[in-house]
C-alpha cells in the first residue's frame, strides 16, 4: 500500500492554542476518541500533555488507558460510556474519572470502588435521550450520589452534560435544563470542581456554553463543523498521501489503498492536490482512483487526497459537505494499517 497520512502534530498544538486562548478562563478538554480522530492518541496525547493540555476525554476505558499512559499521572483523564464492574476496576486503576449517566452505574460504581472515594462526573439528560439522568430522577440521584460521597465511596468532582449543538434554541433549552441540575446538585451539598456541557460548535461560538471547562474534539484538530465557518487561526493537522501508480492518456490511476477506501459517491465531486494544483476525481475504488492527469505526471508523483489544502486539496468537512456527513466520518475511514508519519 502506498497510502500515508502524516500528523503535523505542531499544527494540532497550534489549534488547541487558539481554543484555548478563546475559551479563557474556562478549561480545555482534549477529546481523543476513534483514537484521536483517526490521528492515533499515543503521540497526539503526548504531545499535548507535553504542551500543559491538563484534561483528556476518552469515550472508552480502553482508549482512556491509553490517553493515562500518555499523559503522565498528573493529566486527568475523563471516560463517559457506561461500563461493568470488571471494566470499572480497570478504569479505577488508571485513575481514569468515569461520567455517570445511570443511578445503577453509580452503585456500581461505589461498590467497586469501597472507600476509596473515587472521582465521577454525573451526567444530566439535556434533551439528547442519549445517556444521561432523566430530569425527574435527578433529585433523588444527586441525593443518593451525596450519601455515597459522605460514605467515601466517590467523590462528585463533576457535573456534565452533551448537546446536539443543531440549533440554538435547542442549545439554549438544554443549557437551561443543566443549569436547574447545577442548583438542585448544589441544594443536595455537591460541590462539583467542574460543570461542562459543551463541544466545538457550541463552545467556540457562544461563550455562555463555557462553564468550566469544555470537550473539544473536532476542532482541535483542524476539523470545522459541516456547513460551518472556517475557523480563524485553525487549520486541519492531517494529510493523506497516495502515490501516482499508472498514467493514461486522461487520467492517472492512484493507489492509496486504505481499506473500507473513500466513500465512491464522491466520485466527480471531489478534487486532490497534484504537483500541478487542484485536479477532479473521476473513479473511486476499493483501494485506488483515477484523477485527471496534467502535464508531466509522472509514476510515484504524490497526490494529497485530503489535508489543509496547500496543494489544492479539500479538507475532510469539504469532502464529507459533498455527501452530507461530518468530517470526522471521512477521516476515521482511515485504516489503522495506513502507516501514520509524524510532523
Ligand atoms: C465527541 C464528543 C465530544 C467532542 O465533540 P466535537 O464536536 O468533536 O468537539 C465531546 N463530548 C462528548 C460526550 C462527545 O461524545
Avoid at 439528560?125 to 430522577?137: A, I, S
Amino acid at each position: 500500500m502506498s497510502a500515508r497520512m502524516v500528523i503535523d502534530l505542531g499544527r494540532i498544538l497550534a489549534d488547541i492554542d487558539v481554543l484555548r486562548e478563546r475559551i479563557a478562563p474556562a478549561d480545555y478538554m482534549l477529546v481523543v476518541k476513534n483514537d484521536a480522530y483517526g490521528h492515533g492518541v499515543d503521540r497526539v496525547v503526548a504531545a499535548a500533555a507535553a504542551h500543559g493540555v491538563r484534561w483528556f476525554g476518552a469515550f472508552d476505558v480502553p482508549m482512556g488507558v491509553r490517553a493515562r499512559a500518555a499523559a503522565g499521572p498528573e493529566a486527568r483523564v475523563f471516560s463517559w460510556v457506561t461500563i461493568t464492574p470488571p471494566e470499572i476496576a480497570v478504569a479505577l486503576d488508571a485513575a481514569i474519572e468515569l461520567g455517570v449517566g445511570d443511578a445503577s452505574y453509580l452503585e456500581d460504581i461505589a461498590a467497586v470502588s469501597a472507600g476509596r472515594a473515587t472521582p465521577v462526573h454525573i451526567k444530566i439528560d439535556t434533551g439528547l435521550h442519549r445517556n444521561g439522568v432523566r430530569p425527574e430522577d435527578w433529585p433523588a440521584f444527586v441525593a443518593r450520589a451525596a450519601e455515597l460521597e459522605a460514605s467515601g465511596d466517590i467523590r462528585v468532582v463533576g457535573i456534565w452534560s452533551h448537546i446536539a449543538e443543531t440549533s440554538d434554541e435547542d442549545d439554549d433549552r438544554s443549557r437551561a435544563a443543566f443549569i436547574d441540575a447545577i442548583r438542585i446538585a448544589e441544594d443536595a451539598g455537591l460541590r462539583p470542581e467542574v460543570r461542562h456541557l459543551a463541544a466545538s460548535a457550541a463552545a467556540f461560538a457562544r461563550p455562555e456554553f463555557r462553564f468550566d471547562l469544555v470537550r473539544f474534539g473536532a476542532f482541535s484538530y483542524g476539523i470545522r463543523s459541516t456547513g460551518g465557518p472556517e475557523l480563524d487561526g485553525i487549520a486541519p493537522a492531517a494529510s493523506l498521501i497516495a502515490t501516482v501508480t499508472s498514467i493514461g492518456p486522461s487520467a492517472v490511476e492512484v493507489d492509496y489503498g486504505y481499506l473500507d477506501g473513500l466513500p465512491s459517491t464522491l466520485a466527480g465531486r471531489m478534487s486532490v492536490g497534484t504537483p500541478a494544483g487542484s485536479r477532479l476525481v473521476r473513479e473511486i475504488g476499493p483501494a485506488s482512483m483515477l484523477i485527471d492527469t496534467w502535464p508531466g505526471a509522472a509514476i510515484g508523483d504524490e497526490v494529497y487526497l485530503f489535508g489543509p489544502g496547500t496543494r489544492g486539496e479539500s479538507s475532510v468537512t469539504t469532502l464529507a459537505e459533498a455527501i452530507g456527513t461530518v468530517g470526522e466520518e471521512i477521516i476515521v475511514r482511515v485504516s489503522p494499517l495506513v502507516p501514520r508519519i509524524y510532523l
